[in-house]
């Protein structure tokens, strides 16, 4: 008999995944999905090579546990992808095009039309977001209806904007009339760990601006926008919007290389978007909107309350597996309450439920990522080599595709958890004494999205919010790290982002101030009234939409 008392969580973590049999009918998926993609209008079926979707829901059968294949996608090559490309610069038509010279007015109600499109779909949508990338059931509605309300408050938005700038102003004898018009070509790639949210957050308003889309969706969470393809066929020109499949050195590449992509919008990592940067012929040309790395710390000061500072930082530190930008990646903690604070933290950690992801109430599920557990396993051992402890039972352990949370402490500053994001359920924590030492981390950090404060002081927590406004870009009080709401701003400093992407704020992203001016004489008068009262420009006229 083993004496290892990992082996028994060992063997928790294997008995949690299912057989065939045991699935519950109602989450299953009905279907395997054939390789299809959307062009210049039209859903078309791949008759390449292909990319199998495999799920991390592992089946169990006959003792034996492996990823579960659910479908497949385009393996397209240079020449295939550049037709997406091609299919989006013949609808921009030199912002000639059909779309970009529709009236704020006609882009709305398509897109009005694509979300009730989109809402037929939603039971279908959500489960293949739960099988591709292991999102909790819940969390799969909570992002899909998420996705629904960001659409509606970005045609709410613009809405506004319209009717901000739907009237003539006359300054120092020059009429001007002022409107937002679109950037050109928009390639717009969205991370696997909001698969529709986070792609949407971009894809939506550069395509309510005007611009033309080519998407490449991410590598998992890929099949789920394959029942949205119909609605974005029928509800907007052809060419407008186009999705492409394949490995990004095969098919992004080629497209950034030829100079045809006008706005690049990409949540991912720092160093494939310096890449993809450097290789635009006109880079200068070139505009970006990055949602990039993260390495968000919480600092737990010692007149913290530690049950509300516990409970924020496991919600920050583990959902969706801590596989968040905005997740608390690094905790301080105060030498005087290290050890009450980890306790509970621990606790904490023991009582979430770990399981699938159709399962009631699960909080740990499935990681999408091929070999994720390992590169976890790696982060975990350097820090161990440096003199930090696994800390709480279990933690660490895995098996296949589950992974327990492990709490690791006191990481120190040369260790790659103190520097590097795990992007997983891994927690480092490391004491402090001096509040210089978070302030160093900070400083020093490649990365500057946000940070948590823990504590009650009022003129401690000021001091250091006027050190720290200029270090990240959102500081939470006795609050863990996020995005939301989303009229707020989300963006970053240093390696963490570039651009903002609220509701607002992306409308102005993927868009240009432009305007018409004439001198304020009879006959200029004349003319510019003529225009509007007959409407017969759609971007010269005060008409508004209510």
Not at 206 to 220: D, E, H, R, S, W
Request: charged share 20%; with cysteine; hydrophobic share 40%.
């Amino acid at each position: 008999m083993s004496t290892n008392p990992n082996d028994t969580y060992l063997e928790t973590l294997k008995n949690a995944f299912p057989t065939p049999n045991a699935i519950p009918a109602e989450v299953q998926i009905s279907k395997t999905y054939e390789p299809l993609y959307l062009l210049n209008g039209k859903i078309l079926k791949w008759n390449g090579p292909l990319n199998e979707v495999s799920s991390p829901i592992c089946m169990n059968e006959n003792g034996q546990v492996k990823r579960t294949v659910i479908g497949h996608f385009p393996a397209m090559d240079e020449a295939a992808a550049m037709e997406g490309v091609n299919a989006a610069v013949k609808a921009w038509n030199n912002g000639r095009g059909e779309w970009p010279t529709m009236s704020v007015k006609g882009r709305i109600s398509a897109v009005e039309q694509f979300v009730v499109r989109m809402k037929l779909v939603r039971d279908e949508v959500v489960k293949l977001m739960m099988w591709e990338i292991g999102k909790s059931l819940e969390d799969s509605y909570k992002e899909f209806d998420r996705t629904v309300e960001y659409i509606v408050k970005t045609i709410d938005a613009l809405k506004e904007s319209d009717r901000n700038n739907s009237r003539l102003s006359l300054d120092e004898g020059i009429i001007a009339q002022v409107r937002r018009s679109p950037l050109g070509v928009c390639l717009s790639m969205g991370p696997f760990n909001y698969p529709l949210n986070e792609t949407y957050t971009t894809l939506i308003p550069a395509l309510i601006m005007g611009n033309t889309l080519v998407v490449k969706p991410p590598k998992f969470g890929i099949l789920l926008h394959q029942p949205l393809l119909s609605a974005f066929a029928d509800c907007f020109p052809a060419g407008v919007v186009n999705f492409i499949y394949g490995t990004g050195s095969n098919i992004i590449t080629p497209i950034i290389k030829s100079g045809l992509v006008d706005v690049l919008a990409f949540i991912g990592s720092s160093r494939v978007a310096d890449i993809l940067k450097q290789q635009h012929p006109r880079p200068h040309r070139l505009r970006c909107i990055l949602g990039l790395d993260a390495k968000n710390p919480a600092l737990i000061m010692p007149d913290a309350d530690i049950d509300l500072a516990v409970r924020e930082c496991v919600t920050g530190s583990l959902s969706f597996n801590g596989q968040r930008c905005t997740g608390l990646k690094l905790i301080f903690v105060h030498k005087s309450i290290e050890k009450i604070f980890l306790d509970k933290l621990i606790a904490a950690i023991d009582q979430l439920p770990q399981g699938m992801p159709w399962q009631k109430g699960v909080k740990l599920t499935p990681l999408p990522e091929y070999n994720k557990a390992t590169t976890l396993k790696g982060f975990v051992d350097d820090a161990v080599s440096k003199g930090a402890s696994i800390v709480n039972p279990g933690g660490g352990v895995f098996y296949e595709t589950l992974y327990k949370p492990a709490v690791v402490f006191p990481v120190s500053p040369d260790a790659s958890l103190y520097n590097v994001e795990q992007f997983g359920p891994v927690i480092p924590v490391c004491s402090y004494s001096d509040p210089q030492e978070f302030m160093d981390f900070i400083i020093r950090s490649n990365f500057g999205q946000q940070i948590s404060l823990f504590g009650n002081d009022p003129k401690t927590l000021a001091n250091l919010i006027d050190h720290l406004t200029n270090q990240v870009s959102r500081i939470n009080i006795n609050s863990q790290c996020q995005r939301g709401p989303d009229t707020l701003p989300f963006t970053g400093r240093k390696d963490s982002a570039e651009g903002t992407l609220s509701i607002s704020d992306a409308l102005r992203c993927f868009s240009i101030r432009t305007l018409v001016t004439a001198q304020s004489n009879d006959s200029s008068k004349e003319i510019v009234q003529n225009i509007v009262t007959g409407r017969y420009s759609n971007f010269l006229n005060t008409d508004f939409i209510l």
